[in-house]
C-alpha cells in the first residue's frame, strides 16, 4: 500500500531535550516536506526536499533541521525543543513538487 | 502579508446549497494551485488541481483562477454534510516552496 508514514503519531517532551519525528514513504517520490498546522494559521511549510541531498527552508524552519540521506527518508529534528513549537506536525510526499501531495497521519508534539 | 491570504470563514450552511471558499495571493512565483480538504485531524486530501487561470471542474467542484487579479476559488455545488471539512489552497512554486492559506472551516447541516 501506497503511504507515508509518520512516527511517533504522539510525543511529550519537555524543553532542550533533542527529539527527531521520522517520516518515510514507499512510492519513491522525489520531492518530500514538513508542515506545522496550528489553529488559525493552517499548514505552514517548515522545511522542503527536491531530491536527496537537496533540502531548503520554508516559512518556518526557524529551531528545526533536516535531513535526505536517502530517497525514502525525511526525518524532522528538533535539536532543543520549546513549547512555542508545541504543534500538529505533518509530513508529504509527491512525485514531484507540482504534483500531488500525499501526507502522512500526523504528529502531535507536545513540548513541556 | 502573508503570501497566501483565505477567508477564514467559518462557514455554515444547509445541504443544498452552493458553497464559495476563496483566497488571495501575493507572490507572483506561484505557478500553480491546489486545494485539499482536511477532516479533523487528519492528513489533507488533494480536491482540485490548477496551473493556468480559468475554470476547472471535476463532478460537484469547480477551481476558478484569476492571475491577473491573484484571486483563487473553488466552488461546491449540492454541498453534502460530508462535506463538512476544513478547506485549505494552496500555491506552488517551480523550486518547490509550497504555501497553504490559512484554511476556511466549512458546516453543511442537514
Known amino acids: 500500500e501506497a503511504q507515508v508514514t509518520q512516527n511517533p503519531r504522539y510525543l511529550i517532551t519537555v524543553t532542550g531535550k533533542k527529539l527527531t519525528v521520522t517520516c518515510s514513504q514507499n512510492m519513491n517520490h522525489e520531492y518530500m516536506s514538513w508542515y506545522r498546522q496550528d489553529p488559525g494559521l493552517g499548514l505552514r511549510q517548515i522545511y522542503y526536499s527536491m531530491n536527496v541531498e537537496v533540502t531548503d527552508k520554508g516559512d518556518v524552519p526557524e529551531g528545526y533541521k533536516v535531513s535526505r540521506k536517502e530517497k525514502r527518508n525525511f526525518p524532522l529534528i528538533l535539536e532543543s525543543p520549546s513549547p512555542n513549537q508545541t504543534s500538529l506536525y505533518f509530513c508529504?510526499?509527491?512525485?514531484?513538487?507540482?504534483?500531488?501531495?500525499?501526507f502522512g497521519s500526523g504528529t502531535q508534539l507536545s513540548v513541556l | 502579508q502573508k503570501e497566501v491570504e483565505q477567508d477564514p470563514g467559518p462557514l455554515s450552511v444547509p445541504e443544498g446549497a452552493i458553497v464559495s471558499l476563496n483566497c488571495t495571493y501575493s507572490n507572483s512565483a506561484f505557478q500553480y494551485f491546489m486545494w485539499y480538504r482536511q477532516y479533523s485531524r487528519k492528513g489533507p486530501e488533494l480536491l482540485m488541481y490548477?496551473?493556468?487561470?480559468g475554470n476547472k471542474e471535476d463532478g460537484r467542484f469547480t477551481a476558478q483562477v484569476d492571475k491577473s487579479s491573484k484571486y483563487i476559488s473553488l466552488f461546491i455545488r449540492d454541498s453534502q454534510p460530508s462535506d463538512s471539512a476544513t478547506y485549505l489552497c494552496l500555491g506552488g512554486t517551480s523550486y518547490g516552496k509550497l504555501t497553504f492559506g490559512q484554511g476556511t472551516i466549512l458546516t453543511v447541516h442537514p
Open positions: 490548477t496551473y493556468s487561470s
Open positions: 508529504a510526499s509527491s512525485a514531484r513538487e507540482d504534483e500531488k501531495l500525499f
